[in-house]
Antibody, heavy 119, light 107 residues
Framework: QVQLVQSGAEVRKPGASVKLSCKASGYTFISYAIHWVRQAPGQRLEWMGWISAVNGDTKHSQRLQGRVTMTRNTSASIAYMELSSLGSEDTAVYYC????????????WGQGTLVTVSS | SYELTQPPSVSVSPGQTARITCSGDALPKKPAYWYQQKSGQAPALVIYEDRKRPSGIPERFSGSRSGTVATLTISGAQVEDEADYYCYSTDNSDYFVFGAGTKVTVL
């Protein structure tokens, strides 16, 4: 069965970086993209960007431009999302989701990773 | 930047029909997707490409699109349908956006 398992909760100080992982199983990793979505406490879902698992191409939300890096390890079927220059506004649950290329279909989601930014 | 507009809340009695709208300038050209998020859970896809229902989603969930407005309809809403519902789409296929979400209350 398809599963996306995300890394555990993180606590960072303002100005630091965090790198999250999303391990895929149960399907051919390079046949789908991975999108990243976050949700601050009590707030709406926010699309962060996506990475093509087959060639590593990425697109990021312009709001996060310059602070977010998405990579993947095809041999291990893992996608990564690194966010730098963290501020309190980055405190959120971060989700990865499997995406059918060239569509908005996010059919399987990870369990989410809570990132807390606090001094 | 592209925006999708949803009503903040919709309230219905059990068995009634709940309709959630999503407005966006690019919706005539790009399909809408709908995600359900129950409290404390990850989102789940309930409608894709305007009107298609993934396997396992009850038939009471349906989607439609007319011009710049996409609509999610829950026919005969159940208590277990209480959740936040988000529409999702793109204006250029590379960058996506969620609507602000609609809280559906069934009581």
């Amino acid at each position: 069965q398809v599963q996306l398992v995300q890394s555990g909760a993180e606590v960072r100080k303002p100005g630091a970086s965090v790198k999250l992982s999303c391990k895929a199983s149960g399907y051919t990793f390079i046949s789908y993209a991975i999108h990243w979505v976050r949700q601050a406490p009590g707030q709406r879902l926010e699309w962060m960007g996506w990475i093509s698992a087959v060639n590593g191409d990425t697109k990021h939300s312009q709001r996060l431009q310059g602070r977010v890096t998405m990579t993947r390890n095809t041999s291990a079927s893992i996608a990564y999302m690194e966010l730098s220059s963290l501020g309190s506004e980055d405190t959120a649950v971060y989700y990865c989701a499997r995406n059918h290329y060239h569509s908005g279909t996010l059919d399987y989601w990870g369990q989410g990773t809570l990132v807390t930014v606090s001094s | 930047s592209y925006e999708l507009t949803q009503p903040p809340s919709v309230s219905v009695s059990p068995g009634q029909t709940a309709r959630i709208t999503c407005s966006g300038d690019a919706l005539p050209k790009k399909p809408a997707y709908w995600y359900q998020q129950k409290s404390g859970q990850a989102p789940a896809l309930v409608i894709y490409e305007d009107r298609k229902r993934p396997s396992g989603i009850p038939e009471r969930f349906s989607g439609s699109r007319s011009g710049t407005v996409a609509t999610l309809t829950i026919s005969g809403a159940q208590v277990e349908d209480e959740a936040d519902y988000y529409c999702y789409s793109t204006d250029n296929s590379d960058y996506f956006v969620f609507g602000a979400g609609t809280k559906v209350t069934v009581l």
